[in-house]
T-cell receptor, first 114, second 114 residues
Framework: NAGVTQTPKFQVLKTGQSMTLQCAQD?????MYWYRQDPGMGLRLIYY???????DKGEVPNGYNVSRLNKREFSLRLESAAPSQTSVYFC?????????????FGQGTRLTVV | RKEVEQDPGPFNVPEGATVAFNCTYS??????FFWYRQDCRKEPKLLMS?????NEDGRFTAQLNRASQYISLLIRDSKLSDSATYLC???????????????WGLGTSLAVNP
């Protein structure tokens, strides 16, 4: 059972370049999320999707766009990368939207923007 | 006051020791609480949900104190494999689609030494 799969695992971009981070889950979860994790900042939500066809901004959406392509896939796009977007990015999914729903995470993408 | 606060540690303990972490939260209306474990450069994984009456899973015990607004994690008989960062997570909302509001602590680092 693959769970949540993210690609790529590592990426180096030059300032101004664009890229898309891919995420897919095979658990038939409705909700999917993109987080970034920075030292001293903890996990911060970039965007989330409560269900196929819907997306909403999280805490730090500026500079990012997302697409919920279908129930399985949720991609994150950086249109014009900036050094401030150097971070570790995690995709996550969860099933029940109730109070105790557990979030399952992908292995992360380590992005460096130079 | 931060919404979720944890002592960053590191906690250095010998194998077999008992260690406890606390996490305080600022929103008295918070609905649900979790402990996640994160190994170095890996994704977070759910360790325990924290129920109102407290819960135990093997060597791990989680407690909730609503009056004082903190949750705790107790690890008994520490193993080398328990070395990780423990993230406290608070969900302030009730109802459908509320996982977007998960608030993550910065984590407490634990090193179990032989």
């Amino acid at each position: 059972n693959a769970g949540v799969t993210q690609t790529p695992k590592f990426q180096v971009l030059k300032t101004g370049q664009s890229m898309t981070l891919q995420c897919a889950q095979d658990m038939n979860h409705n909700s999917m999320y993109w987080y970034r994790q920075d030292p001293g900042m903890g996990l911060r939500l970039i965007y989330y999707s409560a269900s196929e066809g819907t997306t909403d901004k999280g805490e730090v959406p500026n500079g990012y766009n997302v697409s919920r392509l279908n129930k399985r896939e949720f991609s994150l796009r950086l249109e014009s990368a900036a050094p401030s977007q150097t971070s570790v990015y995690f995709c996550a999914s969860s099933d029940r939207q109730g109070v105790r729903a557990e979030a399952f995470f992908g292995q992360g993408t380590r992005l460096t923007v130079v | 006051r931060k919404e979720v606060e944890q002592d960053p540690g590191p906690f250095n303990v010998p194998e077999g020791a008992t260690v406890a972490f606390n996490c305080t939260y600022s929103n008295s209306a918070s609905q649900s609480f979790f402990w996640y474990r994160q190994d170095c450069r890996k994704e977070p994984k759910l360790l325990m949900s924290v129920y109102s009456s407290g819960n135990e899973d093997g060597r791990f015990t989680a407690q909730l104190n609503r009056a004082s607004q903190y949750i705790s994690l107790l690890i008994r008989d520490s193993k080398l494999s328990d070395s990780a960062t423990y993230l406290c997570v608070v969900n302030p909302l009730r109802g459908a689609g509320n996982n977007r509001k998960l608030i993550w602590g910065l984590g407490t680092s634990l090193a179990v030494n032989p």
